[in-house]
């Protein structure tokens, strides 16, 4: 059905005795009981709701993905490895595990990072003198230098317009991103995300 020129998917109020079992890929995340006994409106603001929340991750998104691919080009960094970077430069001597939880990658992922930012001379890893298991990952002066140069890990842009709310909105959206970011890590199959 189409409204306005969006497009609204057709809700259908159907008795739960008399609905077809959904699979579990298509129920995901849904409460189709919950679902069932809403009124027509109530289930056309939750799928209109769900679309727009789907819709806004996808442009964020691409957005980030734009500006890493505009990073690589002008720096050779991606705004993943300038994140991890500068966590790096933050916390000091640290271990792929700890810059992971720091930056929410998983260890594998920080793996690769780390071998990028080797390749490019921008970080080292030192094995502990004590306990030669533990290795640890450190920023060159290079790494530094670059950090002091490379502009910001979100697109100028975003900076920009995030200065011109008020303080208080920038920590009710920081809040919000937080709950929701929360909120997929539960929701996620096998744990966080």
Known sequence: ??????????????????????SESETEGLDVDKLADMNDVTKLVAVNDSIRILQSVRRIA??????SKRLSTTHKITSPQLVALMA??????????????AIYLSPSTVVGIVDRL????????????RDRRNVYV???????AL?????????????????????NDQHTLVIAL????????????????
């Not at 059905?1 to 959904?22: C, D, F, G, H, Y």
């Not at 450190?138 to 530094?144: F, I, K, N």
């Open 147 to 167: 950090i002091e140069s490379a502009p910001s890990a979100l697109p100028q842009g975003f900076t920009s317009a995030l200065s011109t709310l008020p303080e």
């Open 138 to 144: 450190t920023v060159t002066a290079e790494g530094l």
């Open 118 to 129: 080797e390749e490019k001379k921008l970080v080292r890893r030192e094995r502990d003198t």
């Open 1 to 22: 059905m189409k409204k306005n020129n969006l497009e609204i998917p057709e809700i259908r109020t159907v008795k739960a005795s008399t609905r077809p079992k959904a």
């Open 88 to 101: 790096i430069a933050q916390l000091g001597p640290s271990t792929l595990k700890s810059i992971g939880r």
């Open 178 to 193: 937080e709950q929701f970011a929360t909120l997929l890590e539960v929701k996620s199959p096998g744990g966080t995300l």
């Open 62 to 67: 691409q957005c980030v993905e734009h500006h």
